[in-house]
């Protein structure tokens, strides 16, 4: 089997997409997925994302976790499809899409993508920590010296002893300044710390406006990959007008064979 591929990656978060629309790709081939996904005997990515027709949008956001399974909506997947779909001349400068969690809008101007994720009703606040969906459901948590923080150990128990099977990301925050923090992230699925998470980001930017430790309505988000900002607005019926701001970068096209 033979087909052409594309590495993307948005602040560090890397992708491999293809484009489906001729739906010859084996959906359903969990092995190979996982095989693709692999940093050792594939081409190496955080997740595989297709990109097929929709009857009314622009196209579909099919996302897959690196083990191969299908999963929850991926913010820098949303805006690395946005790019590649630029690229296919599928869009200008705007796009709709629908992904898993529904249907999304982003912008692209070069190569920075804003994209609009979905309304977020509720805001759980625990002790200690704070837990919500932004597409994917997210463990918030500050703490310090995040530098040197065990994130894979205490990512992992967290996210199998806290949320059972289906898990949870689990995100570690630090403040920098004023309405600017550091975030590392262990993203199940991938079952390892990742160079960012959009969903993470637009969590940990929500979870810290909530709990008052941001001020503002834009934040900005500092990954080990790179710099992320998210913007939003509060209503008597929890968060709106979220946007997920950042670069996203083609690295280069192969073919698989």
């Given amino acids: 089997m033979e087909f052409g591929f594309f590495k993307y990656q948005g602040t560090g978060n890397d992708f491999v997409i293809l484009d489906n629309r001729l739906q010859v790709f084996p959906k359903n081939n969990t092995k190979l997925v996982a095989q693709l996904c692999d940093?050792?005997?594939?081409?190496?990515?955080?997740?595989?994302?297709?990109?097929?027709?929709?009857?009314?949008?622009?196209?579909?956001?099919?996302?897959?976790?690196?083990?191969?399974?299908?999963?929850?909506?991926?913010g820098n997947?949303?805006?690395c499809i946005?790019?590649?779909?630029?690229?296919?001349?599928?869009?200008?400068?705007?796009?709709v899409f629908e992904a898993v969690d529904g249907m999304h809008e982003a912008t692209i101007d070069n190569d920075i993508v804003s994209l609009k994720m979905n309304n977020v009703p509720f805001v759980s606040v625990a002790d200690g920590y704070t837990f919500l969906d932004t597409g994917s459901p997210h463990h918030v948590q500050i703490v310090s010296n995040l530098d040197t923080f065990n994130v894979f150990s205490e990512g992992r128990r967290l996210r199998n002893d806290l949320y059972g099977k289906e898990g949870a990301n689990v995100n570690f925050v630090e403040a920098i300044k004023d309405d600017i923090f550091a975030v590392r992230t262990y993203e199940r699925g991938v079952e390892d710390e990742t160079l960012s998470c959009g969903t993470g980001v637009t969590a940990v930017a929500i979870a810290l406006f909530e709990t008052g430790i941001a001020s503002a309505n834009k934040v900005q988000l500092q990954t080990p990959g790179g710099i992320l900002t998210?913007?939003?607005?509060?209503?008597?019926?929890?968060?709106?007008?979220i946007y997920l701001i950042g670069p996203a970068v083609q690295v280069y096209k192969g073919t698989w064979s």
């Fill in 230 to 241: 998210v913007t939003f607005t509060k209503t008597s019926s929890g968060y709106e007008n």
């Fill in 77 to 79: 997947g949303g805006r």
């Fill in 82 to 95: 946005t790019h590649f779909a630029k690229y296919l001349n599928i869009i200008d400068k705007k796009a």
């Fill in 39 to 74: 940093r050792k005997f594939g081409i190496g990515a955080d997740g595989l994302i297709l990109l097929e027709k929709h009857p009314t949008a622009h196209f579909t956001m099919v996302y897959y976790n690196a083990d191969g399974n299908p999963s929850s909506m991926c």
